[in-house]
C-alpha cells in the first residue's frame, strides 16, 4: 500500500438549492449569479492521494496528498455583456468526462505530479488504483506507458475489484 495512489472523479455543485447566511445588520447577502435554482453550475473533480511516508526517525517525508484537479477549460467568449467584453477568457466545465478527458488529466496533471511530489528515497514503482468506470484508461495504452516510464518511474494503472467500494480511500475518508 506504500506505492499505491488511490484516485477518484466526484461531482461537486458550485452552490446549493437553499442556503441560510448569518450576516450583521451592515452585510449583504452574497450574491448568487445563476438564472435559477435548476441551473446549478456543477463541476468534477480528480483526486488523488496516497499513503503518508515517514523516515526512519520518525520525520515526514512525504503528506501522501498528491493533489486536487478540476476537469475545466478555458473558453473565450462569444458575446459582450455588461461585465465583460467578447473574447475575454472563460473557465466552463467539462460537461461530458470520456476517455480522452481522463486520459489528458492522468498524463498532463497527475503523473507529473506524483513525480514531482514523491519522495526520492521511497521505490519508483508506483500503482495507481482507479475504480472500474467506463471512462478509465487501461495500462496498455501507448501514450501512457510512454510518460509512466520516463524519469526512472515505473508507473501502472490497476482497477479496484468489482463490487469493493470500501478499497477507495478518496470514497472512504475524503469525499
Known sequence: MSQTVH??????????????????????????????????????FMCAVSKPVYGLEGELL????????????????????????????ETKSIDSIIKQVIKACLIEKIIPTIKEKWPSTSDKRIFIQQDNAKPHITNNDPNFRKVATEDGFDIQLVFQPPNSPDLNTNDLGFF
Open 62 to 89: 512525504f503528506v501522501g496528498k498528491i493533489g486536487i484537479f478540476p476537469f475545466t477549460c478555458e473558453q473565450a467568449a462569444q458575446r459582450s455583456i455588461k461585465n465583460r467584453a467578447a473574447g475575454t477568457l
Open 7 to 44: 484516485i477518484d472523479e466526484k461531482w461537486f455543485y458550485l452552490t446549493r438549492t437553499n442556503q441560510r447566511y448569518y450576516v450583521v445588520d451592515e452585510e449583504e447577502l452574497p450574491y448568487r449569479s445563476c438564472k435559477s435554482k435548476r441551473y446549478i453550475t456543477k463541476v468534477m
